[in-house]
């Protein structure tokens, strides 16, 4: 089973800062098959990124993905009152297909 | 629009079944594999089972396997989940994910439904 975990476990930041949220694979991750959620309170998780670097439809540009094998970052340029959320990573490439804990972006 | 609409959860004692569905819209349901997640808040987001577009490839999480079975009715575009002997380990909300493919292979959950909540408890 391939492990995520993602750090850290909350980010306090303010309006117009960068996020960079990382997440970590017990095994490489083949084919880059990572993707990143974004889930607000009260609501299911949203689809932001696919292998590792292509955003969703709708999603805008300041979200960026990148990383392989490993090693994975999510990079929020420049944050907007409604990126304050929590931020699940998931790995596709193999069963058990598995999520990393998530990382919440607070206001500071 | 997609829509995904879980119902079905609720409360129940440990051992008892329960039967979550979920109705799809706003797209060809018989083209995509469809996918069960759950989340605790000690736990997070944790897979429990998926379902090809034709029924063909199916699976379980390891928590679940034995207990839990998973289908689907293309003509009615509805997904299922029976869960039996429940615990109070499978208190969660759960959630209906549509894959982005028609595989059971890739499961890249672009849809969501607002999830069930299902408590077993005595």
Redesign the interface.
């Known amino acids: 089973e391939i492990v995520l975990t993602q750090s850290p476990g909350t980010l306090s930041l303010s309006p117009g800062q960068r996020a960079t949220l990382s997440c970590r694979a017990s095994q490489t991750v083949s084919n880059n098959?990572l993707?990143w959620?974004q889930q607000k309170p009260g609501?299911?998780?949203?689809?932001l990124i696919?292998g590792a670097s292509s955003r969703?439809t709708g999603i805008a540009d300041r979200f960026s993905g990148s990383g392989s094998e490993t090693d994975f970052t999510l990079t929020i340029s420049r944050l907007e009152p409604e990126d304050f959320a929590v931020y699940?990573c998931?790995q596709?490439v193999s069963?058990?297909?598995?999520?990393?804990?998530?990382t919440k972006v607070e206001i500071k | 629009e997609v829509q995904l609409v879980e119902s079905g959860g609720g409360s129940v004692q440990p051992g008892r079944s329960l039967r979550l569905s979920c109705a799809a819209s706003g797209f060809t349901f018989d083209d995509y594999a469809m996918f069960w997640v759950r989340q605790t808040p000690g736990k997070?987001?944790?897979?429990v089972s998926?379902i090809s577009w034709n029924s063909n490839t199916i699976?379980y999480?390891?928590s679940v396997r034995g207990r839990f079975t998973i289908s689907r009715d293309n003509a009615k575009n509805s997904l299922y989940l029976q869960m039996n002997s429940l615990t109070a380990e499978d208190t969660a909300l759960y959630?209906c994910a549509k894959a982005?493919g028609s595989g059971y292979?890739?499961?890249?959950?672009?849809?969501?439904?607002?999830?069930t909540l299902v408590t077993v408890s005595s």
């Open positions: 098959f993707a959620y609501q299911a998780p949203r689809l696919s969703a699940h998931q596709y069963s058990p297909w598995t999520f990393g804990q998530g | 997070g987001l944790e897979w998926g699976g999480a390891d959630y982005a292979h890739f499961p890249l959950f672009d849809y969501w439904g607002q999830g």
